[in-house]
């Protein structure tokens, strides 16, 4: 396999995993009570719409195809978490959140030690410190 395919590949992981991170904030957002907690968890879920839109120009830049949907993984995992959270307190939505963003973050950090060029490790730099940004921001919420 070549060096573009495996970066195409590497850069599409990061944008499954910021297409899963909207769909869990759609699960969060309509378990929320309290506004003020709603409100920061749109304001994170809008900062990963906007990684994705960077991703899927980064990946089109480069010469690939950017993978936008969701995939089995995505799915399955979207499944477990409205399973998990059922009627849960604005508390354990906050926790599930800080939970999965850490994930996401464990993901991206795993890929960034892949074979990316620099410009790509950049990018994915980038929406890496977006993401940890959020998870100081939910640990906040505490």
Known sequence: MDNKVELIKSLNELLQGEYMA????????????????????QDIQKQHRKNTETLANYIQNVGGRPDENLGMKGKMGDIMLNMELGSSLDYEVIEKAIDGETKGVNMAEKVLRGNLDNESRNVAGEILQYDRESIKKLKGLR
Do not use: G, K, P, V
């Open 22 to 41: 909207i769909e869990s904030f759609n699960n969060f957002i309509n378990r929320l009570e309290d506004e003020n907690i709603r409100t920061t968890f």
